[in-house]
DNA sequence: GCTGTATTTGACTAACTGGTCAATTAGGTG
DNA sequence: CACCTAATTGACCAGTTAGTCAAATACAGC
């Protein structure tokens, strides 16, 4: 039986990803090292060796986890003519990318709790600017152009807005049901709340606005 | 000096304080019982004494938040005879809960974190209904009345959305200030905000609408 | 094949962690 | 005042935790 040889970036790579787990799964505080350590058979000393501490580890986790999300949003291009189907589109990508990727938001959920120390501490991450809000502006202003959305949207906000719902949804989940009494982990609840988001989302960029809605301020 | 004579109830009521500011600084993991016995000045039995384990020491925590919170939400009356009034006040007061309570955003993500393990426990936490939504159906009923909002709008799934616009604003503005560089902790950026999640919902509300956006499906 | 360097490991530790025990103290009640 | 019960405490423990040390091992270049 072939011991396993070195290889530093097998190794390392093992490391993070057994490290993302670990720490999705039971936060900054509730990781332990030795545990991650035994899911990779490895030493505890290699996570060491490789990243320092456990904090090292932790931030090193975040830059892995930010730079495979932004790959995955850089990939997505809404194509296609039609601007009300592209910011469906954008809008079900968001949701579907959180569901496959249950990890960001558990390390995100953690950082916030610790007010982004970590994440302060990296160079990588900072001003990390999203992708897809490049992409949203695009569709803002194909949409504008066709007369199906109104001018001056900002694309920041109107991320930060459906990310949010699609975010919450998921991050909340458990105490939403224990709150209001509902599940929300059904395939078809997950689809009737993405078309609502993206009612909403529609319902704001449209056009066809005349009274008191959007831009006003209350007292 | 008179030495603290034993009182019962001020002691639970204090380590019921003193465990919600750990709790909530330091999330379910990361918190220490004796931290929270030295806050209180007593000795770390009685913590056991009254509430037996940590676990359950976090279960009465999360009780006492959520029937602060729903007491909260049940004093307040949206009046006067605007629902479109009525309903921005909705918003700003969800909002402001969620501001003046820190910790209910900190509580509930770390249980979150948990799956709801611990909500589960609690008999009474479980199907806690939000009285806030009760005041949602009522001024969309009112709305409705008035021909200012269309009919058939669902009230949980309309407070899901602005609280959840309003939560994750908050919860999450340390790795939103780190992925889009935008310091979401300044008052005006609140104001403006807050004013921006009302908009969204009267957008959604409102009655003139024609052709394609809300209630529509994409394939 | 020799040697230097990077990888990998077992054994260890000092501090901490949730939880327990037996003892002490104060207040109410007859 | 004596007695019972509930409140309160100091001392302690076994298991765990992040982090360390010195030694061993494998690979690359000569």
Redesign the interface.
Known sequence: MRRKSRNPERTREKILREATAEFAA?????ARVDSIARRCRLSKNMLYHYFGSKEGLFIAVLEHM?EMFRKRQRDFAARGGDP??AM?QLV?HTFQALLDHPEVI?L??????H??RH??RSRR??????PL?DTIREVLRRGVAEGVFRPNIDP??LY??F???A???I????????????DFGTAERRRAWL??I???V???C?A???????????A
Chains 1, 2 share one sequence.
């Open positions: 039971r936060s900054y505080d509730g930010y009300v189907k469906r079900a558990a995100l959920n953690s950082e916030n709790l007010h982004g994440i302060k991450v900072r001003n990390l600017y999203d809000v920041v906000t930060v807005s990310s949010s719902m975010y919450h949804y991050s909340n989940q458990y105490t939403l049901r224990a709150i209001l009494g509902v078309n609502h993206s009612d909403m529609l319902a704001y449209a066809d606005r005349a009274a008191e809605a959007p831009g006003q301020r209350s």
